[in-house]
């Protein structure tokens, strides 16, 4: 999705937790450079198992837009991630 040299370029990785089978995620923390800027900001990006990333979530992007995580859409989501899972697809979130 992304140019991974680019993203070095752009944003100053501050922070890491590097992927292991027991945590099943990797997390970064990236300082953004941008000129002139008058607050830094930051950047966290995690991936991961989706069972796992879901569990860190309070919203999540569908098409209409950032939504609460609601029950239900949680469910939406295991149902998504199980039905890939068993058709031999590799998922991450």
């Given at each position: 999705l992304i140019n991974v040299h680019d993203f070095r370029r752009r944003y100053n990785i501050i922070f890491e937790i590097p992927f292991n089978s027991k945590r099943k995620y990797h997390l970064v923390?990236?300082?953004?450079?941008?000129?002139?800027?008058?607050?830094?900001?930051y950047l966290l990006l995690i991936k991961?198992?989706?069972?796992?990333?879901?569990?860190h979530c309070?919203?999540?992007?569908?098409?209409?837009?950032?939504l609460d995580l609601t029950k239900e859409r949680?469910?939406?989501f295991q149902e998504a991630y199980r039905t890939y899972g068993e058709h031999g697809r590799r998922v991450i979130g």
């Open positions: 923390i990236a300082k953004m450079h941008s000129a002139g800027a008058a607050k830094t900001r991961g198992a989706p069972e796992i990333i879901i569990k309070t919203k999540i992007l569908g098409s209409d837009g950032e949680e469910e939406e």
